[in-house]
């Protein structure tokens, strides 16, 4: 990661290039216009790669589309010696992987994330997933030794909203962090988000490192925040509401910190100054219009639930180790109830 991470890139495929029959880039519309001319003019060797492009946005995040670019895959010849480079944001990065990870049983991958949230969080770890039926990540696979290649200058042409949507996953993780990551975050404002970069994608490398495959809770620290905000994008998706994945994590932050206040859990007053952070930065009068009844039949469907029984996985305080809470019916009213009076 860096301000010249392309160029590495570039030295890199020039070592391996032996290795490669052909090299496919996988974009959207979007990264299509913003990013890859700038991309391909980085990169020596990139003449005769082949593009992919899909549409942007978390519809694409679906198995007929994975389908449909192993096709596309197929006519451009490309065999167990391809390369894939996903060259996105985390919808790219997420199904880039599955791609790469399920064409002729895997081809190699690299990741080039070109959106805040995917610098740091959706591009490193190893996890790519789509949806299905509007339930987020329903089918993935693992896929850790996929080099990734970040470039801060990816983000010069990204827009308010998308520097907004890495920003809740990087308050997220510099809650993780705590110390001093945490006190500079909470006091500065998502304007000074680009400081943080390194420094959030380190806190995620950490905890990935500690529980690579998700077997203890220290990984599901990372969803803190998704219980509940994936149960509002699964509703997001069903009504056709083009909503962020920044914008679902922060609202759900902000229910969930009601929910450990309510178990009784210490750290009040750092979680109250948690969700001063996210009303300061974020507007969430078009979610509390929503059901919570509707936001629970979706949160039925999370994958940390064991036993019949729903989790979050929080760290009380900053920085503390995390605990698991169970999150019940009448905690997520309660909850509800207390974030819309504030
Ligand atoms: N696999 C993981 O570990 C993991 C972790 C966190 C999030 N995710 C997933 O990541 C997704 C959200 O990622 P996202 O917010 O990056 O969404 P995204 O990929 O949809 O990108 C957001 C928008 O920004 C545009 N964009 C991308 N780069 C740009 C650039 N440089 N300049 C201008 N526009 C640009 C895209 O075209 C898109 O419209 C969700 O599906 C979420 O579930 C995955
Ligand atoms: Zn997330």
């Not at 990013?35 to 899909?54: K, N, Q, S, Y």
């Not at 199904?95 to 490193?124: H, K």
């Not at 629970?296 to 639930?305: G, T």
Request: contains cysteine.
């Amino acid at each position: 990661m860096g301000p010249r991470a392309w160029n590495e890139l570039s030295d890199w495929l020039l070592r391996v290039s032996d290795r490669y029959t052909s090299v496919h880039v996988l974009v959207d519309r979007t990264t299509h216009e913003c990013v890859l001319p700038r991309f391909m003019a980085e990169i020596d060797g990139l003449a005769d790669a082949h593009i992919l492009e899909i549409e942007p946005g978390e519809a694409s995040k679906e198995l007929a589309l994975v389908e449909q670019l192993a096709l596309g895959l197929r006519d451009e010849g490309a065999d167990r010696g391809a390369l894939l480079i996903a060259l996105g944001g985390g919808v790219v990065c997420d199904l880039g992987g599955l791609l790469a990870t399920l064409y002729l049983r895997g081809i190699d991958l690299v990741l080039v994330p070109t959106t805040l949230l995917a610098m740091v969080d959706a591009a490193w770890g190893g996890k790519n997933a789509v949806d299905s039926e509007g339930t987020k990540n329903l089918l993935g696979a693992w896929r850790p030794e996929a080099p990734v290649f970040a470039d801060l200058r990816a983000l010069e042409t990204l827009p308010d909203r998308e520097w907004r949507q890495g920003w809740a996953e990087l308050l997220k993780q510099a809650w993780i962090a705590g110390g001093s990551l945490w006190a500079e975050v909470a006091s500065k404002g998502m304007d000074h988000a680009a400081f943080f970069v390194a420094e959030a994608a380190e806190v995620k490398l950490g905890v990935v490192a500690e529980d690579p495959f998700e077997q203890g809770t220290r990984r599901s620290l990372l969803n803190m925040g998704h219980t509940v905000g994936h149960a509002v994008e699964s509703l997001a998706l069903a009504a056709d509401w083009d909503l962020g994945h920044g914008d679902a994590v922060a609202f759900g932050l902000s229910i969930e910190s009601r929910i450990l206040d309510a178990s009784g859990a210490h750290g009040v007053s750092a979680r109250a100054a948690l969700r001063a952070r996210l009303e300061a930065d974020f507007d969430f009068s078009a979610f509390r219009s929503l059901d919570p009844e509707r936001v629970w039949a979706f949160m039925q469907h999370d994958k940390k639930k064991r036993g019949g029984v729903l989790r979050s996985v929080w760290c009380a305080e900053p920085g503390e180790p995390e605990s698991v809470w169970e999150v019940t019916h009448s905690a997520l009213h309660q909850a509800w109830d207390s974030d819309a009076v504030r």
